[in-house]
């Protein structure tokens, strides 16, 4: 399978008010387990990137003060993923976040809409429940992507666009993993 991962960072999660600041996507052959294609770009943002943005990404105004526009890399990604005709879209929370916020800001620029199916690794760890490293605030397991990372040992500099697009693979790999080892174990104990 033909699998586009795909992860952005952004000003912050209006998506009629902010901006995109990196873009990055991997083809991956998952039978042949090898990357096959990627795109990642930073992106000169219509606005200042706010402080909070900048601790959290690391990804400061300076960094992008020369890089092209959100219009231009758009262009270039959506190009990128129709040519590289993926059989689905994979990301952490991107049915309601990274495709949602892509295809309102393609609409931006009249440049259409991403409209391949997806998985969305967040809800597949929300249904396994895999190891993780972190809680929430009510001290649930947080099943955002750097704290099922840090469950499997995943190692990774988290919240930048390319690092978490591998991050992922890898994430989604042991997921895989999980979910089988459950079913042979679920198996085993009704003597199967």
Same mark, same amino acid.
């Given at each position: $399978?033909?699998?586009? #991962?795909? +992860?952005?960072?952004?000003?912050? !999660?209006?998506?009629?008010?902010?901006?995109?600041?990196?873009?990055?996507?991997?083809?991956?052959?998952?039978?042949?387990?090898?990357?096959?294609?990627? !795109?990642?770009?930073?992106?000169?943002?219509? =606005?200042?990137?706010?402080?909070?943005?900048?601790?959290?990404?690391?990804?400061?105004?300076? =960094?992008?003060?020369?890089?092209?526009?959100?219009?231009? &890399?758009?262009?270039? #990604?959506?190009?990128?993923?129709?040519?590289?005709?993926?059989? &689905?879209?994979?990301?952490?929370?991107?049915?309601?976040?990274?495709?949602? #916020?892509?295809?309102?800001?393609?609409?931006?620029? #009249?440049?259409?809409?991403?409209? !391949?199916? /997806?998985? +969305? /690794?967040?809800?597949?760890?929300?249904?396994? =429940?895999?190891?993780?490293? $972190?809680?929430?605030?009510?001290?649930?397991?947080?099943?955002?992507?750097?704290?099922?990372? $840090?469950?499997?040992?995943? +190692?990774?500099?988290?919240?930048?666009?390319?690092?978490? &697009?591998?991050?992922?693979? &890898? $994430?989604? =790999?042991?997921?895989?993993?999980?979910?089988?080892?459950?079913?042979?174990?679920?198996?085993?104990?009704?003597? !199967?």
């Amino acid at each position: $399978m033909r699998a586009l #991962f795909i +992860d952005i960072e952004t000003t912050g !999660f209006s998506r009629d008010w902010d901006y995109i600041i990196e873009i990055a996507a991997i083809l991956y052959d998952t039978e042949t387990e090898t990357e096959i294609d990627r !795109f990642h770009e930073y992106i000169k943002p219509g =606005k200042k990137i706010p402080d909070k943005i900048i601790k959290i990404t690391g990804i400061t105004n300076y =960094k992008v003060a020369n890089c092209r526009s959100e219009d231009d &890399v758009l262009r270039d #990604f959506i190009e990128f993923v129709y040519i590289s005709q993926p059989d &689905v879209l994979i990301g952490h929370n991107i049915d309601a976040f990274d495709k949602p #916020f892509i295809n309102k800001r393609l609409g931006r620029y #009249f440049l259409g809409e991403i409209e !391949f199916k /997806t998985i +969305d /690794t967040l809800k597949l760890a929300r249904k396994i =429940k895999p190891p993780v490293g $972190m809680s929430t605030a009510t001290g649930k397991p947080s099943y955002k992507q750097e704290s099922v990372c $840090m469950g499997y040992g995943i +190692d990774y500099e988290a919240h930048s666009a390319i690092e978490d &697009v591998g991050a992922n693979i &890898v $994430m989604l =790999k042991c997921l895989n993993n999980t979910l089988i080892e459950r079913e042979a174990n679920k198996r085993k104990g009704l003597g !199967f």
